[in-house]
């Protein structure tokens, strides 16, 4: 199985974004959903929900039902959700406990995350990480190691954000 490891905001939304979840705070933005959605579907992933979102998700509160009825509109699933280590900047920490669980699972994954928190800290996810700006969604991005270096599902995504977006990859970030 190939995983999409998804934070939401700064990925799926942007400065600027008009949609609200029913709790009023900013939405998914539906417009780059579709593109999204058209890129994980080509390439066969599933989605693990790595984003501060997980607790709407986990309570199944009117904003998890709109994540879940949003991403579901558009034939995206998720299976799963990383797990809550602390409070802060460990979200590396939680993709890596998801992945001890669940990796005999797992072929590939992408962490796709508009935040850096711990993941810079562990050469070991590097290969898989791209970072989004929170200024223009995940369809500007940055990686942190070179295109030969990342795993081939996130160098296969990379190539499709050029190709079918024109997105802007940023390289060789430290």
């Known amino acids: 199985m190939k995983v999409i490891f998804l934070d939401i905001d700064g990925v799926l939304n942007k400065t600027g974004t008009v949609e609200q979840t029913p709790d009023g705070f900013i939405g998914i933005d539906e417009s780059i959903l579709i593109d999204f959605s058209d890129l ?3 390439l066969d992933c599933r989605l693990v929900l790595s984003s501060d979102w997980k607790d709407c998700f986990i309570k199944k509160d009117n904003d998890g039902k709109y994540l879940v009825d949003t991403l579901n509109k558009y034939g995206l699933y ?4 990383t797990p809550f280590y602390m409070q802060g900047q ?4 939680e993709i890596k406990k998801y992945l001890d669980a669940f990796g005999d699972c797992i072929d590939d994954f992408i962490i796709i995350d508009d935040n850096v928190f711990d993941i810079t800290k562990m050469p070991d996810l590097l290969s898989n990480y791209i970072r989004t700006d929170y200024l223009h969604s995940f369809k500007h991005c940055c990686i942190y190691t070179s295109r030969e270096d990342l795993s081939e599902l996130t160098r296969s995504f990379v190539e499709l954000l ?8 940023e390289e060789g970030r430290s």
């Open 78 to 81: 998720l299976v799963g959700f």
């Open 90 to 93: 460990n979200r590396g920490i």
């Open 162 to 169: 050029e190709t079918k977006l024109g997105s802007f990859i």
């Open 40 to 42: 994980a579907k080509e």
